[in-house]
């Protein structure tokens, strides 16, 4: 029976250790995922704002190319936009059906 005291004093001190250790691990755990999650965020913001400017582009190319046709093609342009506000006007205009 002497032997007791000295054996349940080794696991609590190993219990002790092996808590600390998991906490460790746990902290270390918790420092990785935060550092993980701000890269990936950081890598979403980036990717976000490149195609933003990848579209602003793209929208400035188009207005300055419409605006060169309708300069070419005066004429054109006003039946293009003529049948597209009719067309436009025919869906959302309400219909007598009397």
Same mark, same amino acid.
């Given at each position: 029976?002497?032997? &007791?005291? $000295? $054996?349940? /004093?080794?696991?609590?001190?190993? &219990?002790? !250790? ?6 460790? %691990? ?8 935060? #550092? &993980? @999650? #701000?890269?990936?965020? #950081?890598?979403?913001?980036? +990717? @976000?704002? /490149?195609? %933003?400017?990848?579209?602003?582009? +793209?929208?400035?190319?188009?207005? &300055?190319? /419409?605006? $060169?046709?309708? !300069? #070419?093609?005066?004429?054109? +342009? %006003? ?7 009719? %067309?436009? +006007? ?9």
């Amino acid at each position: 029976m002497e032997h &007791t005291p $000295k $054996k349940a /004093t080794e696991i609590l001190s190993s &219990t002790e !250790r092996l808590g600390n250790e998991a906490r460790d %691990l746990m902290d270390s755990a918790l420092d990785q995922s935060r #550092k &993980t @999650w #701000k890269n990936v965020r #950081k890598q979403g913001i980036d +990717a @976000w704002d /490149t195609a %933003l400017e990848s579209s602003q582009d +793209a929208m400035q190319d188009a207005v &300055t190319d /419409t605006e $060169k046709l309708v !300069r #070419k093609y005066p004429a054109r +342009a %006003l039946g293009v936009a003529f049948v597209a506000g009719a %067309l436009i +006007a025919a869906y959302f205009l309400p219909r007598n059906k009397d």
